[in-house]
């Protein structure tokens, strides 16, 4: 059985969900990005006890396919652009529509009527907090950064990194309090 789970973005996340639901007493298939599948059927008891151990961790079970599709949507794009450097050979909305095998303008518009922000807006949020983090590392250059993360120019990256922080990437990186957004924040 498939139990969708909110807030699962990293290989950390999969940890702690495998580790905690085995403490459940609970036989796994999968653990992936936003779901679980069990080898046995839960019950309505399971789940709600489930539910209540996961909360601590900011973890919360999804039982509606809006959020499902919704927190997929996130997770994908979390995966793209903070463990895959947002290396794609096409545009966001076909790897959206590959992925979930669905039709981009209904994805797109179940996404803004929920979120309040576009798919596009957050995939930008998304992107802007991994420069943040590439910038705080002081590993590499802007021109590098943005080679990553496949912006068409550093005058691209800078001009957009402006528009969301209210900072040039210079400004930023001099910046002595970096506070950055955890990813479940955006």
Known sequence: MKIYIKNMVC???????KSELEKLGLSLFSVELGEVE????IT???KKKISEHLIPFGFELIDDKKSRIIDKIKTL???LVHHKNNNINTNLSDYLVDHLHQDYNTLSNL?????NTTVEKYYIQQKIEKVKELLMYDEMN???I???LNYSTVAHLS???KKVTGFSPTYFKQLKDKKRKQIEDL
């Open 146 to 148: 943005a080679f990553m």
């Open 159 to 161: 001009n957009q990194f």
């Open 44 to 46: 309505e008891f399971q």
């Open 77 to 79: 794009i979390i995966d």
């Open 11 to 17: 290989s950390r996340c999969k940890m702690v969900i």
């Open 38 to 41: 069990t080898i046995e059927p």
């Open 142 to 144: 802007l021109s590098e």
């Open 111 to 115: 996404f803004s009527e929920v979120e």
